[in-house]
């Protein structure tokens, strides 16, 4: 107990001295997120209490509209407690002041409740005309369709073929504080979304467990991703730099785990890395038609477990949120099953279907090291052949 209270105690201490540095402070947030690409934390930018201002021009419009909506309340809040300090000062007791008594002034009522519909009237019309512009995903450039899944977002390419997964890539032992935190702790994915700078995208959002919700506060994007459901938003970001964001909506228990990382690059970058994705698709494919060792499949699919798979049924196969990978009926059991519950999930549990998350080959790799894994030692394979024929033929 007494350790909270210091603790709290020395907290208040900060957050007050800070609060003298408030002025100063809001001026450098100002600079650093006008600045493109990775802002670094620095200790001024994580103490500064306003909302950021992003780097898009619905954003910068949003921020506006925040400030203004401030000002007006900070200019009734001085006329209201003005008018009542002035009141309680000057019309005291103790300076003889008498009561006035009379009752029911039409005049006052009408003024406070039409003073106050003016002034609501007044804040929505530059709200009302925010909206519509953020609401307005009509002539866009690009579509890009986002759907969420526990835990990770998936991102299509609408007319281009190109389709992957971002998974969060800060590693487990940073995550349990057996290592330092990196500097983009959680905010870091091994596929960002690309887009091209000057250049409407638009975003079709849909989720494909529970609801979640793709945010990224420096573009003022943020929009929930409900099951069978498509909402769309857009943006057009000015500046190449990398933004990052987190889903915004409790969706279970690695909610925190799955951010959003979006690198806006030149049109010309984006082109080529656009080219370069669909190369890497034809290559999957390629890939699918080998048939490797167990050695390599083993060391593939520990790779793909580990990416995956890990944080459900724990590092060492023995379970977590998912159940043990020991020796159990799946594991040691038919190839058939095996496969079959990667594939396709297990209905009404955590266990999602991986058949269109991962490429036959990885789901063969993983299939083959869970078999030959922490004893279970089976000694047999999937190639990915074998996955291939068993979609084709369920
Ligand atoms: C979101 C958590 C989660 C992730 C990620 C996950 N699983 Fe599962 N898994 C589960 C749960 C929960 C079950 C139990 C399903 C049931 O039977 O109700 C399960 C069941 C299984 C089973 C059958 C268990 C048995 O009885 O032997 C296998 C095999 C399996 N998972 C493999 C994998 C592999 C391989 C991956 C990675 C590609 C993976 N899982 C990723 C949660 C997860
Ligand atoms: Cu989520």
Redesign the pocket.
Known sequence: MRLITTQLARKGLLVLSRAAAFPALLATSAATWAAPGDAVVDEAKRWVVNMTEGVTAVSREIFDLHMLIFWICVAIAVVVFGVMFWSMLMHRKSVGAKAASFHESTMVEIAWTVLPFVILVLMAIPATSSLIKIYDTSEADIDIKIVGY?WKWQYEYLGEDVSFFSNLTTSQDEIYGRAPRGEHYLLEVDEPLVIPINKKVRFLITANDVLHAWWVPALAVKRDAIPGYINDAWTIVEEPGIYRGQCAELCGKAHGFMPIVVHAMEEQDYNDWLVEKKKEAVEIAKMNELILPLDEMYARGEE??LQ??A???GVDGKGG???S?VG????TGPMQG?VD??VNG?QG????A?GNQ?SELDLAA??TY?RNAWGNNMGDMVQAVDVLNYKKNQ
């Open positions: 526990q793909v477990y995956s798979c944080a459900c049924h949120v998912g159940p990978m159990t009926a799946i594991t095996h519950v990667l297990v549990s955590a266990m999602q991986f991962l993983v299939v869970e």
